[in-house]
């Protein structure tokens, strides 16, 4: 291999990551901000989950094929955000479009499980940590209120 061909690999890592789209992440429940967070894209990050769909239905892995698709898409279009819920649509699409339909609703459940979870995460997160809270013993109560008018 050349050296201009080597210093064209090292630099592909990262003016790769300018000619796709930011990332729009999803707020954490655990966040104070309650603000999405902008990240690059991570084009591995789809290939890994269309794998893991299709090991969910003993299917030969496609992953690579989905993750190209979906960069060529990204490179015409040129958008500078995308959300991670249209990014993960688009997949779902082009897994159909593609004709691996038992894989895309493979990977459609793992959406709607993880959805379901994050859910459940943000209610216990605004709930306090789940915790319920306990009633005042009857002589701690009476404590209380004697305290209280004393006030």
Same mark, same amino acid.
């Given at each position: 291999m050349s050296t201009a061909s080597l210093e064209l690999e090292k630099n592909m890592g990262t003016s790769a990551s300018s000619e796709f789209p930011r990332v729009i992440r999803r707020d954490l429940p655990q966040s104070r901000l309650h603000k999405p967070r902008v990240v690059p894209w991570l084009g591995h990050k789809i290939e890994k989950a269309v794998d893991s769909a299709c090991l969910a239905v003993d299917q030969e892995p496609v992953g690579k094929q989905i993750q190209a698709e979906l960069e060529f898409r990204?490179?015409?279009e040129r958008p500078l955000f995308i959300h991670i819920e249209q990014l993960q649509? !688009?997949?779902q699409e082009m897994l159909l479009e593609l004709g691996y339909g038992k894989v895309a609703?493979?990977?459609a459940t793992y959406r709607g499980?993880?959805?379901a979870l994050r859910e459940?995460?943000?209610d216990v997160? !605004?709930?306090g940590g789940g915790e319920q809270l306990e009633l005042a013993a009857p002589t701690l109560s009476t404590d209380l209120r004697e305290r209280l008018s004393f006030a």
């Open positions: 990204m490179k015409k649509d !688009l997949v609703v493979a990977y499980r993880r959805s459940h995460e943000t997160a !605004l709930a």
